[in-house]
């Protein structure tokens, strides 16, 4: 039934308790994001417990991006057909059953099933959580709001390396699921109790071929991308991943213009902020992936570190990003995003530019001072600029505002995760093709900070585009939804 005739007035929220809902979105985000970086750590330990390859491993996180990045765009259609309630506790539902599942796995299949059911859980909820705070609060509170939130976001990565390290040397892998258990029920009891229903419900028409080409389209574009940081660029599969994922996404952009319903509407892009944020949250996310990738890399390869030890060396960068996450989104209210994203761009590309410098006799001092100058500057740009994109959007185009947003940091993670390692994969090679003594161990750290260096120059000029776009922010105005309507 086409139902797009429907009221789709917005509720009257003016009486509604904000703080529980949100404390529900914050539980429900944490337990996600915890135990999507939990498990990176623990590699070594499930390659000996199931005796397969690195290759064979790396699907638990290439099909858990590939997952989110599927789904997450389909979430802006999903979001007019559900309620807020049925779509978050549906989601935390999915996130413990695969929980469950991988903690019991006694074959390797079983627990890439269950890492797939936790990414059903994580792609729904991610996008519903950021489409809940735009609804519930007006736009001058907003980034108090999308603070709070990147205060989880922020802090559950930093805390999840160094709290596998310490369970894993205490137990075995299994305790990295059978503790986020408990959480994962606590938060959907919370849930069950204080989430309230805050979405509007217009049911629009199903475009199943939609669906198709934009499963394809960016499925394949971030599996070919995954692919390329592990067999290469001039790898048939990366090649023709990417061929295919490219011509899916622009008949899936082609049919989403002519559509008058569209899964995803990109008339979102109409609107100057939103594009602009959209392109610099590109760029700034490969930014931060370059380090996020190469610098465990380096503590463990280079300086000879454990799991645990490079964890608790970026532990302090993580808990202060996630600190001032709030900071940023009150200052953000107060004085506009100008104030904050322009010098935290800049202090981004101050820091990539000190990582350029390091190499195996660097102090962990001086890393831990340049990952907090860095964490700092990303805190200053990633929340303020995104609430910013997002407040120039009407009522209407809020889940695909945050479904737009959302897939293009899937996107841009799988393409910095291939582009980096793929530059200091290069460097190192070519540095130890002109070694005396390729074999020396010496030597093949030297190879690996060489194309480490590489990388990371990549990555400064990465972040001085990010800088350039960043001059262009300004403070931004909700239309309002009539206004939309008569557009």
Known sequence: MNTASLDTAPKDLSGIKRGPIVAALIIGAFVAILNETLLNIAFPDLMKEFDISYATIQWLST??????????????????????????????????VGTIVCGTATVFPALLVGRVIQALGTGLMLPVMMNTILVIFPPEKRGGAMGMIGLVIMSAPAIGPTLSGLIIESFNWRWLFFLVIPLAIFSILFAAVYLKNVSDITRPKVDLLSI????????????????????????????????VGAIALLLFIVKQLMSSQPLLDLRAFKYPMFSLVALLMLVMMMTLFSTMILLPLFLQNALGKTALAAGLILLPGGIINGLMAPVSGVLFDKFGPRVLVIPGLAITAASVWMFTGIDELTSIGYIIFIHIVLLIGVSMVMMPAQTTALNQLPRPLYPHGTAIMNTLQQVAGAIGTALFISI???????????????????????????GMHSAFLVGLIIAFIALGLGLFIRRTKAPDVEEKRAA
């Open 63 to 96: 099909a858990y991006m590939l997952v989110v990045g599927i789904l997450v765009p389909i979430t802006a259609l999903l979001q007019q057909w559900f309620t807020t309630r049925q779509m978050f506790l549906s989601a935390m539902i999915l996130f413990l």
């Open 212 to 243: 198709l080409l934009s499963s394809i389209g960016f499925g394949g574009l971030i599996y070919g991308f995954s692919k390329a940081g592990e067999d290469g660029w001039d790898s048939p599969v990366v090649i023709w991943s990417i061929v």
């Open 424 to 450: 200091m994969s290069s460097g190192s090679k070519k540095y130890l093709e002109s070694s005396a003594d390729p074999a020396s161990p010496l030597e093949q750290v030297k190879g690996f900070v060489s």
